[in-house]
């Protein structure tokens, strides 16, 4: 995957950018307006993350020149506005989806993946990782040729474990993904390690190898390593 | 009370009093002119009588009138002084007046009179005079005089309150209008309010005044959403930093168990900023309206919804949730209307203790959450101020603020109270 990360943060741009590095995909930045807009006349991307603030320019702007160049590369919003009107108004200009900052990087990656799995769309829908078969249409999940009954959030749960595959994915990431952030229970994620154990549990019993490690307490890990 | 109606009873109660006024001055001032001519007729009399003494020296014969009585009486010599008194006059019926006299017994009747005492002398014998004359022609006189008066005044008090109430109504009629252009801005949207002319120069003023104010009032409002929303990104991003950078760290892996404390504390205190970041946003959007996106919500769905929602939750605070919910369509921004469900639910959960009870009820009139929890009675006026937080809450202390915030925007109230066991919160619709 081909990833093009335009944020004039530094610090955010960095971390974003080393987050993504690795397992076959190939990141580049731009932090100013200029840049951004002759790396994308330039180069195609799978996936375009875009800040709406840039030095020298709108990030909607960047929208409209892809959009009106026909580009089909995929377009992930980032912003510092949590205002409607701009959700929609980006939406609206063609971007794929719309995450507002401050986010957690295994957020942004669960995000990006669902873009290019849309964009990448190749006929089936299905989503493999070793033995582990996932029909994003049907939304069932299958090990080997036996299925497994997953709840909504279980189901939930399983896709950004795979898309942060290898990552130490922390508690906060996961309730946040899982119940959005309007739900604010801080210091109490007991009831998240149920939903793990639920999950571990039933993808074991269907015959799948235990890919969910616990990391410190801190979070947990998704990795056939 | 209208400035018309307002202005009608200062006006009235002016006329009035002025008239009641003038009417006494009028009365006074008639009634004092016909006493003169009266005791002027009196005079006469006593002259007459005076010079018939003088010429044929005795009392004169005393004749029948219909409007003047003379009695003569034999008085102590130089007892009695000369005066005008008031005084009865007593009428006797005449044959006319025969109808009279069948349903009145006696043989006349009082009437009011003037009189005036004199004396003359007859040779040696001193006379006391006493001459009355009847007043009611005089009063009748007077009566009609003020009627006429008090009549004309009164309607003239008509015409002028009728011509009033038209002319005031043209007159105040481009005040309505600015009133109605006033009711109908809407800081939010783009429509300015029209400039018109009117020929008042007090309405010219106004109008320009309001059409400045609007204008100003506009241009600060979009100042201040450019400042909420450079507010938000300039917090947003080193926030948003921080928290890729913790990311980040904790995939390198190989932490003692002291350092994934310490971060676990950074990422509820960063986890904790960013929220009350949002809060202090969304209720900064509240309080200017910046957020009047309004929909046909069905509460019942959206509660039902947010139960579920909950329900790990609850689950794990082995919590006893009931509810009893009917339809009730409200018509609200749903982002705000879940927002305020959340707060109140996340209350109830957070002020509880482990296995206590909820009890969520929704009807036509109002949305109910009720808790267990402390067993003492909160501050129903406190709790809703900013920041202000029960010892050991893990909140941002805004929560019931933008709550109340949200209710008032949509015209509900939002009030506590204490029933029983049960902390109660109740949204009036």
Redesign the interface.
Known sequence: MKILIIEDEEGLRESIEEYFTGDGNVCETAATYPTALSKINMYRYDCILLDITLPGGSGMDILKTLKANNHPDGVLILSAKNSLDDRLDGLNLGADDYLVKPFHLSELKARVSAIIRRKTFDGSNLLLFNELTIDLLAKEVKVGSTLVKLTRKEYSLLLYFIANKGKVVSKNAIAEHLWGDGIDMANNFDFIYSHIKNLRKKLMEAGCRDYIQAAYGMGYKFTDQ | MKLQTRYNYVNLATTIVVLLITGVIYYQAISWILTRQKDKDLKVEEQEVFEYVGLNHHLPQIFESNDQQITFTEAKPGSIQREFINTDYFKKWGKDDRHKNHRHKGAGEYESGRGLISSVTVGDKYYKILIVESKVETEDLIRLIFTITIGVILLLLLVLLITNRFILNRLWKPFYNIMKELRLFNIADSREIPKVTTAIDEFDELNLVVVDMAAKAKHDYKDLKTFT?NA??EL??P??????????L??T?N?S?R???L??DL??A???L??LN?SL?LLVKIENRL?H?RKQINLRALVEEMIT??E??F??KELKVTYQLEDKEIYASP?LT??LL?NLI?NA??HNYKSGEIVIGLNAESLVVKNTGNDDELNGEKIFARFHKSSGS???GLGLTISKQICENFGFSLKYSFEGVYHTFRVEF
């Open positions: 929303e938000s990104h947003m991003t926030i948003a930093v921080i928290n890729s950078k913790l990311d980040t904790i995939q892996e932490f168990e350092q994934s404390k971060l676990n990422y509820s960063v986890s904790r960013n929220r949002q946003l957020l996106e929602q909950f790990e939750i689950h794990d982002y879940e927002v959340s996340s959960i957070r893990e909140g941002s």
